[in-house]
């Protein structure tokens, strides 16, 4: 995952944490905004990221998101796994963003995606 170029400048980029939280949220926001490709690429690298350096709550979110971008694809039962695998994680909170009743409602959403 490339840093956005106003992250670039930053000491963030050297810190997996926030580079994980960062990817996150931007693929939450890519999600919102439609863009699922891009979303499911920046969600699969803050998984794998979160999961190399240990930090289970991020990986939770990862999945989550993740989860959407896959059913907004058209993979709608893979997504519902991973966001379903996702929400006991995401309710750990050591710093990451929490959103488990946006995930539960993505779970509604699902059915009517394509």
């Not at 106003?6 to 890519?30: E, F, K, M, Y």
């Not at 993979?75 to 995401?90: D, F, H, M, Y």
């Amino acid at each position: 995952m490339t840093a956005p170029p106003s992250l670039r400048r930053t000491s963030l980029v050297n810190n997996p944490h926030d580079v994980a939280i960062s990817g996150i949220c931007v693929a939450q926001l890519q999600v919102y905004l439609r863009e699922h490709e891009q979303a499911e690429a920046l969600a699969v690298r803050a998984l794998e990221l979160s999961e190399k350096h240990q930090f289970p709550p991020e990986a939770a979110l990862s999945r989550c998101v993740l989860g959407r971008a896959q059913a907004e694809l058209g993979r709608a039962t893979e997504g519902i796994a991973l966001i379903r695998q996702g929400i006991p994680g995401s309710l750990e909170n050591r710093g990451a963003p929490r959103h488990p009743n946006s995930h539960r409602v993505w779970l509604l959403k699902i059915p009517k995606v394509r």
